[in-house]
């Protein structure tokens, strides 16, 4: 990985539970002066979440990033705004919110099948999202109403909770591996998806970005769990925000911070550390990156 310049443009992606947004309560209100920071800037925040693009759209527009792409679904969605579109590969009249789509993933209802199948053919107990009832998700992640309905409204993934062995969650693993799909742990769920990650589709926008913009970018990203994983080795600065899941994860980038406070706090803390000195004031660490 390059180190970023202060000549190259930089792109920042982000988790949102756990790491932008509070695990718990969702809020996000101790990363606000950042993000104004940054917009003023003309730097991009780009979402790389678990979610689903339909719980992004008014999502998205809240936090001030409607000019920024996004990933969703674990990797298997990939949303470009107009500025980030190809005018002949891309632009689409038809698109009224001016988004152009990108399904890097096999789509849900075939997961949906192979879920079912393999349930049934290896005897494993767990349950889909698109099994459980609105009132049994709220309870599950403390969505509203509104936003649980947003949950599951899947284009590429299925989440799903797990109640069987760690050694039936290693024979579910291989069989999804065996029909060219992946199994990713996020904060609540677990989550099947495509040949595809986080990582994957992170790097296919910065892809697109140089392919655009004739710049190669310095990218940050910032995440907590271990579906950020292949996120955080794909940048070339790392912030591992402390979890509330308590869950261990390892990440392989030479430049990584560990952040002392979880959620935003943690957002706020691991930008002060990377990019303190290139905005404002910056805030003293006594540690040295992991």
Known sequence: MTQPTPQRPR???????????????????PAVAWLK??????????PVTSKTRAELMALRLDLGLGDAPFIAENGAVIGLPASWQHARLDR???????????????????LWRRLEVLRERLKLRYRCMREMTVDEIMRATGLDEPQARQSRIREGSEP??????????????????????????????????????????????????????????????LGDGPNDTSMLEAVDQAVLIRGAHRRPVTIANPHLYRTRNPG??????????????SFFEPSSHEDEPA
Not at 95 to 109: A, R
Not at 264 to 277: C, I, S
């Open 11 to 29: 792109l920042i992606f982000t988790g949102l539970d756990g790491s932008l947004l509070d695990h718990y309560s969702y809020d996000w209100s």
């Open 37 to 46: 920071r940054l917009k003023q800037a003309g730097v991009p925040v780009i």
């Open 92 to 110: 689409d009249p038809r698109n009224l919110d001016g988004l152009c789509i990108k399904l890097p993933s096999v789509d849900s209802d075939f």
């Open 160 to 221: 799903l909770l797990w109640d069987d062995s760690d050694e039936a969650l290693e024979i579910f693993r291989r069989a999804l591996h065996n029909d060219g799909l992946t199994l990713t742990r996020g904060g609540r769920f677990w989550h099947v998806v495509g040949d595809v990650d986080k990582g994957r589709s992170l790097r296919w926008l910065m892809a697109r970005f140089e392919a655009l913009r004739g710049e190669v970018p310095a990218t940050l990203g």
């Open 264 to 277: 935003p706090a943690g957002w706020v803390e691991g930008l002060d550390y990377w990019l303190g000195e």
